[in-house]
């Protein structure tokens, strides 16, 4: 089983539409969970950082943390034609560890 | 806002030479990682490094990889005799103390023909 799994889409929906977008993990080990989102032959850049299980909300981006399951989401409102990018999932185990990331999701979202 | 910044956006090499990338990280951030993607697949962690030596590195960075901090500004990824399969974009990231996010910066495309 790999240690990371998402979901490599394509997926493409209507602007303005609600994105979900999940992970999978094996480790339990894992505690701190994060969101990035990279633009084509661009590095990834930052949306959502948070420890252990629960949800935060930033702006239009919600992520959701079940440890118990071994599940991530980010969840993305009022979804914009600039949202179109690859959403990696990634993973540490403590806070100064390295980061484990998933394969991506890519994301269309259409005018 | 501050940044990673990474030099050169694009590095073309003949197999075999030596490359030098490099990296200035955010300035009050004392963890400092290189991490490569090739074309198509997963962002892969190489190197950590924190207090001037090496914390932790990946079975991908091998004798052929050295990092360093050679001032207080820079960080550097050398591959002393570079592959093919080292073509890839390599990632420099960097992070403070407390709450741990890593930020990344733009990365390197690395072509070794």
């Known amino acids: 089983q790999k240690e990371v799994e998402q979901d490599p889409g394509p997926l493409s929906v209507p602007e303005g539409a609600i994105v979900s977008l999940n992970c999978t993990y094996s480790n339990s080990a894992f505690q701190y969970f994060m969101w990035y989102r990279q633009y084509s032959r661009k590095g990834p850049e930052l949306l959502m950082y948070?420890?252990?299980?629960g949800n935060k909300e930033d702006g239009r981006f919600t992520a959701q943390v079940d440890k118990s399951s071994k599940y991530i989401s980010l969840f993305i409102r009022d979804s914009q034609p600039s949202d179109s990018a690859t959403y990696l999932c990634?993973?540490?185990?403590?806070?100064?560890?390295?980061?484990?990331f998933g394969p991506g999701t890519s994301l269309s979202v259409i005018p | 806002e501050p940044e990673v910044t990474q030099t050169p956006s694009h590095q073309v090499t003949q197999m075999g030479q030596e490359v030098i990338l490099r990296c200035v990280p955010i300035s009050n951030h004392l963890y400092f990682y290189w991490y490569r993607q090739i074309l198509g697949q997963k962002v892969e962690f190489l190197v950590s490094f924190y207090n001037n030596e090496i914390s932790e590195k990946s079975e991908i960075f091998d004798d052929q990889f050295s990092v360093e901090r050679p001032d207080g500004s820079n960080f550097t990824l050398k591959i002393r005799s570079t592959k093919l399969e080292d073509s890839a974009m390599y990632f420099c990231a960097s992070s403070t103390t407390g709450y741990n996010e890593q930020f990344f910066g733009p990365g390197t495309r690395l072509t070794v023909l």
């Open positions: 948070t420890y252990s299980s």
């Open positions: 990634a993973m540490q185990k403590t806070s100064y560890d390295k980061v484990i």
